[in-house]
């Protein structure tokens, strides 16, 4: 493995920070007080690529590799974990859904609008009731001739009422269990399809966050993902591709939060001298720079292996876990090195720090990766 950068993934790093900063920067705060989802922006990121990041060029996609998604995400996140949370989702779960496991039906119908950024991915599979005990799901699909009918709802669905596609686990045999669930994809508009309660957010405000309710939804049979009851299969594959974005946002975030601790020591006088010059202050900041760099080097190892077309179920699993749980450390003390700034919406601190705790729950929480990583080893 080549551990530097190509010269055109430097230029893919600095076109998407220059964009972050210049685009998303001066509205970060706005968006975050209105939880303002911007769709606005969407055909920006998509003249960038953004929102067919890994997907063929024939698909409508921009064709680039894991490591350099995680580089997209990254800097995104630098700027606004909010808008990247968005970015991510809508790659790297409903749309890589559809593009790993749909036929060239689907492909053509669903996933080149959504790599075009013409339309919204979202993916269903939390319930109220079946956070991370997934195979609990309750929604059901039963298939009526050339149909099949949805009942149930998912909860925490990003995109949930924005969302043009959404791609749904549902339960097809409930005697099978887990192996009784089945994917399918439902569009905006479905009879039977309702928006739910949209959540208001301690963090990740703009990222759009929303209950789906499904009553005797209809959709054609023609929309069934794969085959019958191979939809849990199917999403432990996607979660292990998910939590890469997930971590690569964790660096991300890290990323920005020792940036913004760097400058405000840097210039903030105690005493006669910036805190930056002060012993316990210095090493904070030497032990935040380290442990994001270990961060970013697990998450683009995981990225590497899956651009190798290796299986990286374990490395991901570390990467995600990793990434976020320092994440909240780095957020944790850029807002303690701004005292009483670190308290208060003017500076970039606060903001951090709501957003960060939500890396350890989403896409499996640090509990899960710990399990996840466990059986692993154990079955080494």
């Known amino acids: 493995m080549n551990f530097r950068l190509s010269d055109e993934q430097e230029l893919l790093r600095k076109s998407v920070r220059e964009f972050a900063e210049t685009e998303m920067g001066p509205h970060v705060m706005e968006w975050d007080n209105a939880q303002h989802f911007p769709h606005e922006l969407l055909p920006k990121l998509a003249e960038l690529g953004l929102m067919g990041i890994q997907f063929p060029e024939q698909l409508g996609g921009a064709g680039m590799s894991a490591v350099d998604y995680c580089i997209c995400i990254e800097e995104l996140a630098r700027v606004d974990p909010s808008l990247s949370l968005s970015v991510a989702a809508h790659n790297g779960l409903g749309a890589a859904h559809i593009s790993k496991f749909g036929n060239d039906a689907q492909k053509q119908r669903f996933l080149v609008p959504l790599a075009q950024g013409k339309t919204l991915a979202a993916w269903g599979l939390t319930e109220p009731g079946s956070g991370s005990d997934a195979a609990a799901m309750r929604t059901t699909a039963v298939a009526?001739?050339?149909?099949?009918?949805?009942?149930?709802?998912?909860?925490?669905?990003?995109?949930?009422?924005?969302?043009?596609?959404?791609?749904?686990?549902?339960?097809?045999?409930?005697?099978?269990?887990?192996?009784?669930?089945?994917?399918f994809i439902v569009e905006r508009g479905a009879p039977g399809l309702l928006a739910g309660k949209k959540e208001d957010k301690l963090g990740m405000r703009a990222s759009e966050t929303a209950e789906v309710i499904f009553q005797n939804c209809r959709i054609p049979s023609a929309n069934l993902i794969g085959e019958l009851h191979q939809g849990f299969i199917q999403t432990l594959q996607v979660l292990d591709a998910g939590r890469i974005g997930i971590a690569a946002l964790a660096v991300g975030l890290a990323q920005g939060a020792l940036e913004a601790s760097v400058a405000y020591t840097g210039q903030r006088k105690q005493f006669g001298r910036a805190i930056s010059a002060f012993p316990a202050i210095a090493e904070r900041l030497s032990a935040h720079a380290s442990r994001v760099e270990a961060a970013r080097l697990l998450t683009y190892r995981a990225a590497w292996l899956k651009d190798q077309g290796r299986g990286m179920t374990l490395e991901s699993a570390m990467a995600k876990l990793y990434a976020s749980e320092i994440a909240v450390r780095a957020a944790e003390d850029c807002v303690q090195m701004h005292g009483g700034y670190g308290f208060v919406k003017d500076y970039p601190a606060e903001k951090f720090f709501r957003d960060v705790k939500l890396l350890t729950i989403g896409e499996g929480t640090s509990e899960v990766q710990r399990l996840v990583i466990a059986r692993q080893l154990l079955a080494a």
């Open 144 to 183: 009526d001739a050339d149909e099949f009918v949805l009942n149930g709802s998912k909860a925490f669905i990003t995109h949930g009422t924005s969302a043009h596609t959404m791609v749904v686990m549902a339960v097809t045999d409930k005697a099978r269990g887990p192996k009784g669930i089945s994917a």
